[in-house]
């Protein structure tokens, strides 16, 4: 990971084991790791389209995903995620290994995963 981009880098707005959903796009997911700036390829980057592609001094979000049809691991800015209020559990297959489901459906990283 390289250097932090200028002093606006800020605090992430979401947690670990907080259940998110896509602002535009269907799927949901829960927070497994943060990065505090984007810190994916740049291929990846300018694969979005420019009228659509996130700022990068923002944080970025690993998400275990899940749309209607299937699960996987998502990578999204903060800027287009909101709170999933839902409280219904989230399907994906490795949400169990790392956290446990609590209270109004958020999700506490599992003891021995602790740092």
């Not at 275990?64 to 903060?78: C, G, K, L, P, R």
Request: aromatic letters at 12%; charged letters at 25%; glycine letters at 6%.
């Amino acid at each position: 990971m390289g250097e932090l981009p200028s002093s606006r880098t800020r605090s992430a707005k979401f947690a670990l084991g907080q259940v998110v959903r896509h602002r535009i796009y269907p799927f949901r997911g829960v927070i497994f790791d943060v990065d505090p700036c984007f810190s994916n390829s740049e291929e990846w980057y300018l694969s979005i389209p420019e009228e659509g592609r996130p700022d990068r001094d923002q944080p970025f979000y690993h998400l275990f995903a899940e749309n209607m049809d299937t699960e996987y691991i998502a990578y999204v800015s903060e800027q287009n995620l909101v709170a999933d209020t839902s409280g219904e559990p989230v399907r994906h297959p490795r949400v169990l290994d790392s956290f446990e489901r609590g209270e109004g459906g958020h999700y506490h990283m599992r003891a021995h995963l602790r740092h």
